[in-house]
């Protein structure tokens, strides 16, 4: 088991950026696959992107261009980096991480795009 903590959330202009980090308690070399989600109000929970023990990433196609997806083996972090924010991309993020058949979730931080 590991605990997911999520940072960097908060309000930011449409076209502005902003980096969201999730720092895990323990090695993330071992887990099977760490992804970002997102909920906006009234919409179920989305598959932002994920990543691999060996950095290959897939994202949903409503950010791919605009969104990356990065992790710091040392450090026991993932981020995401969000550019060319929209009102859209509004939500809670939450950070998600799976060994085996044992997942975990963050508890999540708001991400609020307006102007």
């Known amino acids: 088991q590991v605990e997911l903590v999520e940072s960097g959330g908060g309000w930011v202009q449409p076209g502005g950026s902003l980096r969201l980090s999730c720092v895990a308690s323990?090695?993330?070399?071992?887990?099977?696959?760490m992804a970002w989600y997102r909920q906006a109000p009234g919409e179920q929970r989305q598959l932002v992107g994920s990543?691999?023990?060996?950095?290959?990433?897939d994202y949903a196609a409503s950010v791919k261009g605009r969104f990356t997806i990065s992790r710091d083996n040392v450090a026991n972090k993932m981020y995401l980096q969000m550019n060319s924010l929209k009102s859209d991309d509004t939500a809670v993020y939450y950070c998600?991480?799976?060994?085996?058949?044992?997942?975990?979730w963050g508890r999540g931080t708001q991400v609020t795009v307006s102007g």
């Open positions: 323990r090695s993330i070399m071992d887990l099977d696959i």
């Open positions: 998600y991480c799976r060994r085996g058949v044992v997942y975990d």
């Open positions: 990543i691999t023990t060996d950095g290959r990433t």
